[in-house]
């Protein structure tokens, strides 16, 4: 089965806790992102990664990285979770600017 | 201000109905993308459009770069239609910038 996957599904922790969302993507794409979707629907682009160039970071705090180990793989870590940092964030990966998108990890912070 | 603006935001069709959804943009896109999130959170790929027009089953969509705006059309709208539709410009900065607009709140009804 060729698509995005992501882990966990959902993921409730405190604040100032560090934590890490695992995005994959077996669609042969080179390009991958992470996306926020807030309580309200919108969705931002945080990140796009080209080859393990980041391309575009959207003034993302700096408690928010990108780790990328091959081109199939976009992992998003949180240093210190804050209470607005609850929301969806959904993986996508592309080649021709064609996104697809994984499931989405549900991130609640008490 | 809102560099994609999606109307309306919200829409109740009749099963069997026909109905158009459509973006404008405040910026210089050069594609556009319209997905479906259904009620579980999975953002499915509509359409990818450079300036023209597509057609998919049901669904057909345009894209007009010099008049700055989308639209999506629905014909013969069935229960499955329902859920969120969101449309998302590339923005011609030379990287790979994507700006969705606010999505219409689809609901089909019998």
């Known amino acids: 089965e060729t698509a995005v996957f992501q882990t966990p599904n959902y993921h409730v922790t405190q604040v100032g806790n560090e934590v890490s969302f695992n995005c994959k993507q077996t669609?042969?794409?080179?390009?991958m992102y992470w996306y926020k979707q807030d309580s309200k629907k919108l969705l931002k682009i945080m990140f796009s990664?080209?080859?393990?160039?980041?391309?575009v970071n959207e003034t993302v705090p700096r408690r928010f990285s990108p780790q990328s180990s091959d081109k199939a793989h976009l992992n998003l870590r949180i240093k210190s979770v804050e209470p607005e940092d609850s929301a969806v964030y959904l993986c996508?990966?592309?080649?021709?600017?064609?996104?697809?998108f994984g499931p989405g990890t549900r991130l609640t912070v008490l | 201000g809102d560099k994609v603006k999606q109307s309306p935001s919200a829409l109740s069709l009749q099963e069997g109905t026909n109905s158009a959804l459509r973006c404008n943009f405040s910026?210089?896109?050069?594609?556009v993308q319209w997905f479906l999130q259904n009620p579980r959170g999975s953002l499915m790929n509509l359409f990818y459009?450079?300036?023209g027009t597509k057609e998919n089953g049901r669904l057909k969509s345009a894209f007009d770069s010099k008049e700055s705006y989308s639209t999506l059309h629905i014909r013969d709208a069935q229960l499955e239609d329902s859920g969120t539709y969101f449309c998302?410009?590339?923005?011609?900065?030379?990287?790979?910038?994507?700006?969705f607009g606010k999505g219409t709140s689809l609901t089909v009804i019998p």
């Open positions: 669609l042969g794409h080179d390009t």
């Open positions: 459009l450079v300036p």
């Open positions: 910026i210089a896109a050069t594609t």
């Open positions: 996508a990966s592309s080649f021709s600017y064609e996104q697809y």
């Open positions: 990664y080209n080859n393990k160039q980041l391309i």
């Open positions: 998302a410009a590339e923005a011609d900065t030379g990287y790979q910038n994507f700006y």
